[in-house]
């Protein structure tokens, strides 16, 4: 078996975007000699990386045919034909996380079934196949609920807050899954990693805000303010997943606390995560290191938190859509402890992910003072 010093050996990683960006440069920290296959010609890696390869992710013979020349394949985005990753696995190939995992994991009704399968504490749910079947049962309902596509969702898409029968009119149509939506006190997450020999470690558990209409972080804060109590849940819950998954790689468990203290999980990610990027500055190993580590089987790395930080999520504004522009980046670099990453999308659009914001402070009232700052000084227009 080629080791990932070899000069023949390729790290494949399907998707291009700026999880696989941050990827890379933590693999050319290692020289890891590695590949991209993006649907986009100009996605966030390619300025980064010469082996780029431009196919749909979604197309069983793209994937095939990227597959077939690498020696470790990854992933940084969910929508992938996983039929090809099947065939690569069957050919031999390594590929971290399994074909397996993310088939749960992309299908919203297998993985919650998963959980409840796996005695993984998560909110009640009943999956439907259709709106007109919801629409039958209306009556049996307790609004408000939260229904969620099964397949498809990202960055918020997917997920709507129904608050009363009136509200199924403007939802989905597609096989979707009702769940109990939870008083929750807090939402945080668990980054857990796992290598081949069956090594685990967890990130300490971070807190997040999230955008109250689109449904995506717009901040957090590591670590997270829990109890020590609920921390050991949170990561009993992100080692068990860890295990049951047969997990290599790393897995990102976001959970609600609710107000009586239990620990419910909400949804998994297979791969690095919005909730992990502060540990790049934050922590003694960054999750995309980790991650890492933890496909080429090597020893996982320390993932105590350095000193307390926050990310701030730098997204497209309101009502701008074209050519990206950066304002106000010389005020945000004015800050201590202020560490911008801009992923290299040329064009933005609301509420689109443009890049993100690490801050430092051992004083948690400066912490938050500085996520202000951030908000209201750097912003993406077109």
Known sequence: MKAFYDKDFTLGIIGGGQLGRMLIQSGIDINVNMAVMDG????????????????SLLDKHSVLNFGKNCDVITFEIEHINVDALDELEKMGKKVFPSASILRTVQDKGLQKQFFLDNGIPTAPFKLYNNLDEIKSKADEINFPIVHKLRKG????????????????TDSFEQPSLLEDKVDFEKEIAVIVSRNEQGQIKTFPAVEMVFHPVRNLVEYLFSPANITSDISKKADDIAIKLAEKFDLVGILAVEMFVTKDGEVLVNEVAPRPHNSGHQTIEGNWTSQYAQHLRAILNLPLGDTETIIPSAMVNVLGEDGHSGDAKIVGIEDTLTKEGVYVHMYGKKVTRPFRKMGHVIILDRDQEKLHDKVKFVQNSLKVIA
Request: charged fraction near 20%.
């Open 40 to 55: 986009d010609p100009n996605a966030p890696c390619r300025s980064l990386i010469d082996n780029f390869f431009v196919g």
């Open 153 to 168: 969702g990202y960055d918020g898409a997917g997920v709507n807050i129904l608050k009363t029968a009136d509200d199924l």
